[in-house]
């Protein structure tokens, strides 16, 4: 998606109030606590183990570091972590 | 929940995945729409769970990747058909059971009938049994709906009647019709039904023939429905009997009150032996079919009981069985002796109890006459008893206008 395209888009979602992970495939992230996390709008696994959990975004990926990570659901768009969450980070 | 009942369903295999870059297994099963879940990180490689119709795709891809897949455990229904082809013995005898329990069900074993007082339940049963309807019938061999016309057309003292089919009882449900009771309607008179001595007459419609303080006999006429033609004042008497006039006719009403008496008749014995419980139970229970009596629990002798029994009957295919509880009370004999005026007031209480069931009254009698009637040295004492009571004696019988004519 180009610069420009995401800019008319969130201008289009912030005047019609749109909730931005539908107008802007947006990944939506919910976090229990620490032992559970639930993300929608993922792209895929790009590496997993039990203390590393890389996520690919639609722009960037999503780091999880933690202790004895599980995927407990895998979904097309939606998965859910179990396991100890220590740390969370966006990378581009 | 759901989800687990639909995995035990569909049948589910746990995974375990080994090679490098596992990574990419997991997101080309996702691409291609294959669940994973329980994505665990072992040792030498990951374990998860699949579905049982995505383990074959799930094999493709990883033979692609060169990847090592191993099914380390196969769960759920699909998985359990093995485990029956062994043990066929059970699924016949499973099988068998859900068809002798349709088998079984589709017989009508018990038909119950309600609302009917005055039909007999017998003849309902019978005229049901003459339509197809009874106990052992199979229930697709009648139409309930046709039998209920038909028992509508032949008794003829019911008004409505349904036929409630649930499971293997039959319930007929009857309602009768309420026949208006027969009024006389011709001319008739109030005649007496017994003896006595009136002591109130209230006439609605009539000439009353009788007046307070008369003895009347049974089938004299109380009240008249023979009403004299009311004397003109304008005929001078002697000229009366000259005209014919013509006497009228009605239907006599009202009540005539009246002293009767009736009697009863009571006895005691001077000396009584008496039967009184000690106190002492014992129970026994027994199952009697129709081979044998199964007895469960036997019972201690007494040498004089009085036995309760309760029965609970069951209707089986085989026949009745019944489930037979009896309780023995033990019971010894208690002499007494009684004084004359004893056994007098005991037999007096006798006569009158029985007076009271004759008459089917409640109320006490305020007076009455005793009379002994054996001799004292009879071992029984026996007594008659008088009583007098007011009571309506009147009842309306009919007569014919051309008997009148006669007189």
Same mark, same amino acid.
């Given at each position: 998606?180009?610069?420009?395209?995401?800019?008319?888009?969130?201008?289009?979602?912030?005047?019609?109030?749109?909730?931005?992970?539908?107008?802007?495939?947006?990944?939506?992230?919910?976090?229990?606590?620490?032992?559970?996390? /639930? &993300? =929608?709008?993922?792209?895929?696994?790009? !590496?997993? %183990?039990?203390?590393?959990?890389?996520?690919?975004?639609?722009? @960037? /990926? &999503? =780091?999880?570091?933690?202790?004895?990570? !599980?995927? %407990?659901?895998?979904?097309?768009?939606?998965?859910?972590?179990? @396991?100890?969450?220590?740390?969370?980070?966006?990378?581009? | 929940?759901?989800?687990?009942?639909?995995?035990?369903?569909?049948?589910?295999?746990?995974?375990?995945?080994?090679?490098?870059?596992?990574?990419?297994?997991?997101?080309?099963?996702?691409?291609?729409?294959?669940?994973?879940?329980?994505?665990?990180?072992?040792?030498?490689?990951?374990?998860?769970?699949?579905?049982?119709?995505?383990?074959?795709?799930?094999?493709?891809?990883?033979?692609?990747?060169?990847?090592?897949?191993?099914?380390?455990?196969?769960?759920?229904?699909?998985?359990?058909?093995q485990v029956l082809k062994r043990r066929m013995g059970f699924l016949a005898g499973a099988l068998?059971?859900?068809?002798?329990?349709?088998?079984?069900?589709?017989?009508?074993?018990?038909?119950?009938?309600?609302?009917?007082?005055?039909?007999?339940?017998?003849?309902?049963?019978?005229?049901?049994?003459?339509?197809?309807?009874?106990?052992?019938?199979?229930?697709?061999?009648?139409?309930?709906?046709?039998?209920?016309?038909?028992?509508?057309?032949?008794?003829?003292?019911?008004?409505?009647?349904?036929?409630?089919?649930?499971?293997?009882?039959?319930?007929?449900?009857?309602?009768?019709?309420?026949?208006?009771?027969?009024?006389?309607?011709?001319?008739?008179?109030?005649?007496?039904?017994?003896?006595?001595?009136?002591?109130?007459?209230?006439?609605?419609?009539?000439?009353?023939?009788?007046?307070?303080?008369?003895?009347?006999?049974?089938?004299?006429?109380?009240?008249?429905?023979?009403?004299?033609?009311?004397?003109?004042?304008?005929?001078?008497?002697?000229?009366?009997?000259?005209?014919?006039?013509?006497?009228?006719?009605?239907?006599?009403?009202?009540?005539?009150m009246a002293q009767v008496w009736y009697e009863g008749y009571g006895e005691c014995a001077m000396?009584?032996?008496?039967?009184?419980?000690?106190?002492?139970?014992?129970?026994?229970?027994?199952?009697?079919?129709?081979?044998?009596?199964?007895?469960?629990?036997?019972?201690?002798?007494?040498?004089?009981?009085?036995?309760?029994?309760?029965?609970?009957?069951?209707?089986?295919?085989?026949?009745?069985?019944?489930?037979?509880?009896?309780?023995?009370?033990?019971?010894?004999?208690?002499?007494?002796?009684?004084?004359?005026?004893?056994?007098?007031?005991?037999?007096?209480?006798?006569?009158?109890?029985?007076?009271?069931?004759?008459?089917?009254?409640?109320?006490?009698?305020?007076?009455?006459?005793?009379?002994?009637?054996?001799?004292?040295?009879?071992?029984?004492?026996?007594?008659?008893?008088?009583?007098?009571?007011?009571?309506?004696?009147?009842?309306?019988?009919?007569?014919?206008?051309?008997?009148?004519?006669?007189?």
């Amino acid at each position: 998606m180009s610069k420009r395209r995401e800019a008319i888009s969130r201008a289009v979602a912030d005047l019609l109030e749109i909730p931005k992970d539908l107008a802007l495939d947006l990944p939506r992230v919910t976090l229990v606590g620490k032992g559970e996390l /639930y &993300i =929608e709008n993922h792209r895929g696994i790009i !590496e997993y %183990s039990s203390e590393r959990l890389r996520i690919n975004l639609n722009r @960037g /990926y &999503i =780091e999880i570091e933690g202790r004895d990570l !599980e995927i %407990s659901v895998l979904m097309p768009d939606e998965l859910v972590i179990v @396991g100890e969450v220590r740390s969370l980070r966006y990378l581009d | 929940m759901s989800k687990k009942i639909f995995e035990q369903l569909g049948g589910m295999v746990t995974v375990k995945l080994k090679g490098k870059n596992l990574e990419k297994v997991i997101n080309m099963a996702m691409a291609r729409g294959i669940f994973l879940w329980n994505i665990k990180k072992n040792d030498d490689g990951i374990s998860f769970r699949v579905r049982q119709s995505g383990f074959n795709a799930l094999q493709s891809i990883s033979a692609e990747g060169g990847f090592e897949l191993e099914a380390t455990r196969r769960q759920g229904l699909p998985f359990f058909k093995q485990v029956l082809k062994r043990r066929m013995g059970f699924l016949a005898g499973a099988l068998f059971f859900v068809a002798a329990l349709y088998f079984l069900s589709s017989f009508i074993w018990f038909i119950e009938v309600s609302g009917n007082r005055v039909v007999g339940e017998e003849r309902i049963l019978d005229n049901a049994r003459r339509l197809g309807v009874y106990s052992g019938v199979t229930k697709w061999s009648f139409s309930a709906r046709e039998v209920e016309d038909a028992l509508l057309r032949d008794i003829s003292e019911i008004s409505y009647v349904r036929i409630n089919i649930k499971g293997v009882k039959a319930r007929i449900e009857i309602v009768e019709k309420v026949l208006p009771t027969q009024e006389i309607t011709g001319p008739c008179h109030i005649v007496a039904v017994r003896d006595g001595v009136v002591d109130d007459i209230l006439v609605l419609n009539g000439q009353a023939a009788v007046k307070p303080g008369d003895v009347v006999v049974k089938g004299d006429i109380l009240i008249s429905g023979l009403l004299d033609p009311p004397s003109s004042p304008y005929v001078p008497e002697s000229e009366e009997e000259k005209i014919n006039k013509k006497a009228s006719l009605v239907r006599a009403r009202g009540s005539v009150m009246a002293q009767v008496w009736y009697e009863g008749y009571g006895e005691c014995a001077m000396m009584s032996e008496k039967l009184v419980l000690t106190g002492e139970k014992s129970h026994m229970a027994y199952i009697e079919t129709p081979w044998r009596k199964l007895v469960i629990k036997k019972a201690t002798e007494f040498a004089m009981s009085q036995n309760s029994t309760a029965v609970k009957t069951f209707n089986t295919p085989w026949g009745e069985c019944s489930l037979v509880l009896v309780t023995a009370m033990e019971q010894s004999v208690q002499r007494e002796e009684h004084s004359e005026n004893e056994a007098v007031n005991i037999a007096r209480e006798r006569a009158l109890k029985n007076l009271a069931e004759l008459l089917n009254t409640t109320q006490p009698f305020n007076d009455c006459r005793v009379e002994v009637l054996s001799s004292p040295s009879d071992p029984i004492l026996r007594v008659k008893v008088a009583v007098e009571i007011i009571e309506d004696i009147g009842q309306p019988q009919p007569f014919a206008p051309q008997q009148m004519a006669k007189k």
